[in-house]
């Protein structure tokens, strides 16, 4: 319970200091929309074949905002050196990471808000409400992982080199699932239920996981 | 001549002798021919790869467990060697799909997970090299060999699930003549020695590049940590 409000507490910190700076949220906003704009001059788009590159596009365009946003959810920490005070305080080291990485798929949502009506109004995707549901399940196994590579790569010199190498081939298990999801909600073939329950079983396993292994990496 | 390279003269006389089971004793196949010969190689060192990680897997659960410099040696020394086999299963593999599949690259489950393993082993020497040398970088490693060890599975079953293409294991179904068992079973006997000294030199490279560091900068005296992991990164 402790743990909890410790944990809801860090995540409302970020989330406000995000909230009076406005700084990452408009930044991937404008992020997003350029990789749909890059997206539209590298494929040769027509409204034929626009729903099949559609989904491509949304996992590329997520997972490199994801990339970005993760990226920045120690900087604040790190350049005030915030983050040892925060663990010389008595709260666990995994209440804090929860916390973060609540934060940190907060923000993911909101561009996923952006991202998904613009691929919706440029490429004419259909969105329904199973499109909404895959991208929010595979945003929880993302965030949980992203941000345990970004506090692994904190400390690091070349951190904004290695947190796309860690943490990409730690995602593709949700680009599998999350992009055959969407593939099928959005009629081409593939089940659905079996892709929603894999990410599922994903989300489960990796929050499990990165919540066993943030005791190590924050915990110093 | 050290013991090191005595160990090292012994794998490179198995792998030869292993080059000659290949060459002259196994039968040439009758549908793939002489490409099939890259079987016993590529299938070898995909499994002494795997051997090399499950070392970076326990190497690390141990580290975090009690610190030890050992274990986390072993690790740094596994993921290297790893990587060299990986890139060998890889290459190999493609040399042999090209004349039998008629591509060299196919997104079929084994060969994307393998490359997965790949990317993933090569990050985890990134991170060594990059983090400040000390607990932190060992720590960060470990965790990041762990993930990598369970995320391999993970993304083998999720493409396998959507589709795949590679053969498969036909060993175990006693459908290979027993010449060319003989000659799998011997060149995987020589790969793993291979392995194991590869990975006993890079052993004691690390413990050499441990002690030159202490030496460079004495180690402040931590309780609970042993003096030979190196320096440690102050937070």
Redesign the interface.
Known sequence: MNQLRVALAVARKDLRSEWRTRELVPALAQFIILALLIGNFGFQIDSRNASTIAPGILWLALVFAGLVAFGRTFAAEREQASLEAMLMTPASPVAIFAGKALAAAALLVVCEMVLLPALSLFFGMPLSGDVVAAVLLATVGMAALGCLFAAVVARVRARELLLPLLTLPLWIPFIIAGGLAVQSAMGLPGSYQQAIGLLIDFDILFVVLTSLAARFVLDE | MNRFERAAAVAVLLMLLAAGAIFVYAPTDALQGPVQRIFYLHVSSAIAAYGCFAVVLVGGIIY?RNDSAVADRFARAGALVGVVFTTVTLVMGMLWAKPIWNTFWTWDARLTSTL?LW??Y??YL??RR???PGR?AA??A???G???F??VP??HF??T??RTQHPGPIIVNDALPVQMLGTFLFTLACTLVLAGVMIAIRYRIETLIDEKQSIAEPVPVAAGHRAEAGPE?V?
């Open positions: 975090l997965v990317i993933v090569a990050g990134l991170v990059m983090a400040e932190q720590r960060l470990a965790v990041v762990i993930f990598g369970i995320d993970v993304v999720s493409v699930w959507w990164a937070p």
